[in-house]
Structures are given as C-alpha cells and as structure tokens.
C-alpha cells in the first residue's frame, strides 16, 4: 500500500540509493502497479525530484511506467501530457510506450490524438509490431472507426486471436452483428483458434441479429474448438437464447449453471421482463434471494418493472423501500423506473413525490412523468409538464403530439409538429405515424403531400408502421391512387397494411378491387384478423356487394376460424339494409349470440328510414329503449323518420326528449383546405369573411344547374315550413358553402375535396354531381360513411350511399 511504499522511498533516500535511476524506476513502476490516482501522484512528484536533484531527464521506463499507471485508471487525458512532455525532453518512445498510451487514447474517445499516434508508430518503424498493430485495432473499433480498424486489420502480415477478436468485437459494438459473425467464421477456417472472449462477442452479435439458427452454429464451434466455458459465456448463451425466443433453452443453461452470479441472473430477469414474462421473472429473483445474492441495481430495475407491469403496488412500495434501504434512489434510471411504476399504478401524487425532490431531474424523468399523465387521460396535466420542462427531446415531443392526436386534437397536433420544426427538432418515424394520423382524419390533402415529401426529404426510414400509416392517410384525404402506390411499394406486407388498403377501396366504394385486395393477401400467406374482416364488409356495404358479403361474412368461421364479433355483425346489418333486406337483417340480429347494442339498431334503423319502413323502424326504437340508450345520433335519426313521413307530433316529441336531457342535434358542418388553412362551414351560417362572394357563386351555381335539369328534393328538409323556406335551407347545407368557396377560392381544374361530419343528404348529392359536370371539376366529399368522387355528372358510389 502506499503508505508502506513512503517508507520504503524514506529507507531509499537514507541509504543514497535515491539517485540510481535503476531504484528510482523500480519505486515509479511500484506506485502505478499501485493503481489509484494517489498512488500515480506520488509517483509523478518522485520523477519529478529525481530530475530536480539530478538535473536529469529520467528514462523511458519511467515515462512508460506513468503512462501505464495513468491509462489504467481511465486517466487518458493525464497519460496523454507525460507523454508529450516525454517527447518534449528528446525521448523517443518504444514498442511498449505506444500499447499504453493507446490504451488510454481508447478510454476517453480521443480520436484525434489517437490518429496522431498512428502517425507516429508509422514514423517510427513499429507498424510490424503486432502488439501495437492489435491496440491500434483495439482503439479504432472502440471509438467508431471500424473502416480504419480493418484497414489495420488488412495490412497485418501476421495476425492473432487478439487481431481477430478486437475487430470481430468492433464490428459487434458498431451494429455490424451480420458482419462480426462473418468474420468469426472467416477467422476459424484460416485455422485461428478462438477464445472465451471471442465467443462472447460472435454469441452476442448473434442475439443482436435475432437469428437463433446462426446462434446455434456458433454455439457448436465452443465444443468442436475446445474453447472453456466460463459464466461470462454462459451469460451471453443465455442472452442470445432469450433475444432469439427459445425461452426454455435459455432457463435450461440458466439451471445448469452450477456457479450462477448476480451477471448472469439480471440477463434472464431483465430479458423475461422485456418480454412481457413477469411471473418468469419473479421466480429469478426468488432464486437470486435463495442463493443469497443481493440485487443490485439492475435487479432492482428489473423487479419495478415487474410491478408495473403486473399494477402491483405492494410489489412496487416494496422495491421502494429497498431502494431507499440501500441508497439506490441517487441513480436517475431507479427513480424514472418508479415514477413510471407510481404512474402506471394509478398513483399519481406518490409518483410526483418522487420526482420533485430528485437532485437531478433528466429529460427522461419529465418524460416519465408527462406520459405517465397522459396514460391515466390527464393531458391538461401532461401538457402542464411539457411546457415546464427545462429541457425536451424528440421523445418529449412524440409523447405530446399522440397524446393530442388520441384526443382527436388534430389541429392542434399538426400546430405543435410546425412547432418543433421551426425549434429544429428533427423528426422522426414515430413523429410521422402520429402526424398522418391527424392529416388522415382532417381530410388535409395538400398537407398529405407535403408529408409525404417531408419524409422523403428527411430521409426518415419508411417502415411498414408508417407505410401503413401514409396508405390510411392518403385514402382517408380522397387520394386513393397514391394510397395504393404506397402500399404496392411495402415489402412483407402485414395484415395491418392489408387492412389499411382494403379500407381505401371500401371509402372509394370499390368493393371488387378490396375483395382481390383481400385474396391476393390469403395467398402471400398472411393470416387475416378480425379487423381485416371489418374494413372488407364494409367495401361490400358500399359497393353493394350483398352476395359477396354473405360468403365473406360466413366464411369468417368456417375457413378463417375466427368468431365475428359485434362489430361484424353490425357491417352485415348495414351490408343488408342498405341493400333492403331489412327482413334478413332482422332475422340476423334475432340469430346474434351477443345481446345486439344501439348501434346494431341505429344501423337498422338507418335502413328503415332509406327504405321508409316504418313498421320496422318502430320495432327498432322499441328494443332501443329497452337499452336505455341516450346516444342523441339514435334519436336524431328517429325525428328524422318520423319528419319524413308528416308525423311532425311525433317528431315534436322525440325532440323534447332530446331538449329534456340536455341534448341538441349536431349542425352538419363541412372543411374545406385552400392554400393549407382549413375553411371550416356550418349549415346555415353565414359568418365566413368571404360570405358574399360565396352567396354570389351560390347563386350563379343554383342558376346553371336548375338549367341542368336540377329539382331540390325538398325532403331532405325536415322541418315544418313552406316550400320556399325549404328551398333556402337546402341552398345553405354547408357542404354546398365549402363547394361555392372551393370554386371561388382555387384555380380551374383544381379538384375541390370537403370533409363532412354527417352523411350528406341526396339533395346535396345530385346537386355536386351537376356542379362537377357544370363547372368541370372533380369534386371529392368524405362524410361520415364514405367517400363520394363526383366527376363529369357521375359519382363514384353509383348513387349506392
């Protein structure tokens, strides 16, 4: 120890043995072998006094002692300075000199100073040197340049287990696992015979890649070589096996390891957490308890985990307690993994009690703390904390726009993603997906394109996420043709792609194209789901496919074996009473092996009204009342029916039903998006700041196409007035205002595309099939059933809506 090394330095001096540079150099090598940075200080001021009192400028063993010494304690930077003032006295350095000194160059990531190094071990005539030659590709591969460390590799004309095992472990650490595997077997068959840490990076290489047949070939070689099996490799076997899913054969060397430490037991935990096993892991860490292992840290990660993945809070106060019994709480991962255990538990004050005394709160724990408000629907919260935060990254950012587009806050969504951009936020995959979301439910084409354009600019990865993500936003803006060039674009297409391009024909009403969609998907092998199966019945529904929709429907259970559910049953009631088999439809409901819901009878209630049933429509609204239902769509619909038919008594009291509970029918309303703002319009209102110009082209727009043949179908309006005022009325729909501002407001030719928020009404529907022939433009109308492509007179649904 150091103290006992000053005696010895004080028995030196006394004996005039201090001015040997032989002894001198002995006590300097002795302090670093000593390896604490008072032990190195020491030994510094004993090379100092020995060229004070001797005017002398040491040797190169004590210079290469101090860069040792310094170099294994992580003190790069200090082994770097004796090294120039090495070079500075006139020493040159030798072939040990520069092993060290790279060494340290590695620990702290100077790259720089490294490069210079090279330089001058070519300078100097070492690059044969293989110990040298090794610790270049050593530091190369350890600061990220791999090309370099290769290029050494290359130009080695003898090479060791240590040459191949520093690249193959370079190649692994820089995410080239394909590539560190390929050189594993290079080096085996050039006859180099690999050692317990080259396995360890070739098996870890292979959990990287997933691939648990390439695994299982390595894993042979560990025998076949004779190379020890020591836990380290046991460790990283069992790694490999869980990342690749052979879940039992991972617990099976796990079990036969006879020497388990604390290493190996965290690498199954946290594996069986991470995938989702957490009574698994639980049982881990009552064997670690058995064995009387303590957890550290990363056991203590894993166990909170465990508890908020189970909702345990007994679990989770329990991990508490042992963090604060042993003094854990100073580390920012414990405390996130609390706060997001406290927050998934429901506990939102305890989780907040732990991050507000946090010393060091990381953009992790606000982030911690943000989502986990937004997962327990507290946004005004969340969005308390975003706004507080002193510090946010990308993670910050896409938490707070999902959480706005799950709110149906879509606007507002797009306002914030237009935010971060002009902060110079960079996005990102995940950023995309949320932001196509919003663009897709708003109908926004023009900002659909530049999205898209975005991230072709941006060169964000396209994956099948947000591939599928753009398929559903463009069909959702009316552009069918590029959601279907998207889609023919994804490689190993899913069932949710599939799903995502069945539902863009079904919104066109292209039933024919989603059901090849749909058996062009059966035979590239991909299994269907029930929400394939709902976007398919729809297609039918709208195309009027009723045939093809009872095969579908049917062959749910019989082929695909999967049971429909009440929302399937619900497409085939549409599928049929819209078609006008309201009896079949009937029969249907009474044969459900589930309870049928309001929607279920709003869906045929819908039917009665189009066919005007009114028989049926009363028996509808009587099993409606029996469940009690308040949803003001239902009763709406019912007013209308009975508006249809002049029973306006009836209708009269419906209405003061909806008044006595508080409810109100829901103004149709219509957007239209010019030059990237959405004009929004309200039936009946005219408050737009272009009104009058609207109503001019109103008026010319009614002129042209009552001279094409036009007649209003007055009974669109369901209100007890005369003909003129109905016909005033009918004039002010808001999509026909979005239409009127669409043609006033965009070049001629310009297709014109209004989002709806309720079904749009015949009346509305002949009139835009005239105004597309009058005015020669193609006008696109997504309701709240489906999309209508009016064109030359005609509309894509076949007057089937």
Known sequence: NLTELRKLHCQIAKQGLIHRPSTVAKLISTCTA?????????????????????????????????????????????????????????????????????????????????F?????????????????????????????????????????????????????????????????????????????????????????????????????????????????????????????????????????????????????????????????????????????????LVPDRVSILSTISVSAQLGSIFLGKCCHAYVLRNGLEGWDSISNALIDMYMKCGKQEVAFAVFHPMANKTVVSWNSVMAGYIRNGDLSSAWEVFNNMAESDLVSWNTIISALVQESMFEQAIELFRTMQNKGIKADRVTMVSIASACGYLGAHDLAKWIHAYIKMNKIPCDIRLSTALVDMFA???????????????????????????????????????????????????????????????????????????????????????????????????????????????DLIKLMPMEPNDVIWGSLLAACR??????????????????????????????????????????????????????????????????????????????????????????EMHCRVEAAGHAPDLSNVLLNVDEEEKEYILSRHSEKLAIAFGLISTDPGTPIRVVKNLRICSDCHSFAKLVSKTYNREIIVRDNNRFHFFQRGVCSCNDYW
Not at 51 to 59: A, F, H, I, K
Not at 159 to 165: F, G, Q
């Open 34 to 114: 000593l390896g604490t940075f008072e032990s190195l200080v020491y030994a510094k001021n004993i090379l100092n006094q020995f060229r004070y009192d001797n005017q002398n400028d040491g040797t190169l063993f004590m210079y290469n002692s101090l860069i040792r010494g310094y170099s294994s304690i992580g003190l790069g930077k200090e082994a770097i300075w004796v090294y120039l003032e090495m070079l500075s006295l006139g020493i040159s350095p030798d072939k040990y000199t520069f092993p060290y000194l790279l060494s340290a160059c590695t620990k702290i990531s100077a790259t720089a100073e490294g």
């Open 116 to 292: 210079q190094v090279h330089g001058s071990v070519i300078k100097m005539g070492f690059q044969g040197d293989m110990f040298i030659l090794n610790s270049l590709i050593h530091f190369y591969a350890e600061c990220g340049e791999i090309v370099m460390g290769q290029k050494v590799f290359d130009e080695m004309i003898d090479r060791n287990v240590v040459s191949w095992t520093s690249l193959i472990c370079g190649y692994a650490r820089s995410g080239l696992a394909k590539e560190a595997v390929e050189l594993f077997f290079e080096m085996v068959e050039e006859g180099t015979r690999p050692n317990s840490v080259t396995m360890v990076c070739v098996i870890s290489a292979c959990a990287k890649l997933r691939d648990l047949e390439l695994g299982e070939r390595v894993r042979g070689y560990i025998s076949s070589l004779g190379v020890k099996v020591n836990t380290l490799m046991v460790n990283s076997l069992v790694d490999m096996y869980m990342k690749c899913g052979a879940f039992d054969t991972a617990k099976r060397l796990f079990d036969e390891c006879e020497q388990k430490n604390l290493v190996v037991c965290n690498t199954i935990m946290s594996n069986y957490v991470h995938s989702g096993m957490v009574t698994e892991a639980l049982f881990i860490l009552e064997e670690m308890l058995r064995q009387r």
């Open 476 to 586: 959702r803006c009316g552009d069918p043709s590029t959601a279907m060039k998207i889609f023919n674009n994804i490689e190993n297409r899913d069932v949710s792609a599939s799903t995502a391009a069945i539902g863009a024909m079904a919104m066109e009403g292209n039933g024919n194209q989603a059901i090849e969609l749909f058996n062009k998907m059966l035979r590239q092998g991909v299994n269907p789901d029930g929400v394939v199966f709902v976007g398919l019945l729809t297609a039918c529904s709208h195309g009027g496919l009723v045939e093809q929709g009872r095969d579908i429907f049917k062959s749910m259970t019989s082929v695909h074996k999967i049971s429909p559910q009440i929302v399937h049953y619900g497409c085939m009631v549409d599928l049929l009473g819209r078609a006008g088999f309201l009896e079949e439809a009937l």
């Open 610 to 699: 189009m066919h005007r049933n009114l028989d049926m429509a009363a028996y509808a609204t009587e099993r409606m009342k029996e469940l009690a239902s308040d949803r003001t769509g239902i009763q709406v619909l019912l007013s209308n029916i009975y508006a249809s038919a002049g029973k306006w008594t009836d209708v009269a009291k419906v209405r003061r039903q909806l008044k006595e509970k508080g409810a109100r029918k829901v103004p149709g309303s219509s957007s239209i998006e010019v030059n990237g703002q959405i004009h929004e319009f309200t039936s009946g209102d005219e408050s737009h700041p272009e009104m009058k110009h609207i109503a001019a082209m109103l008026d």
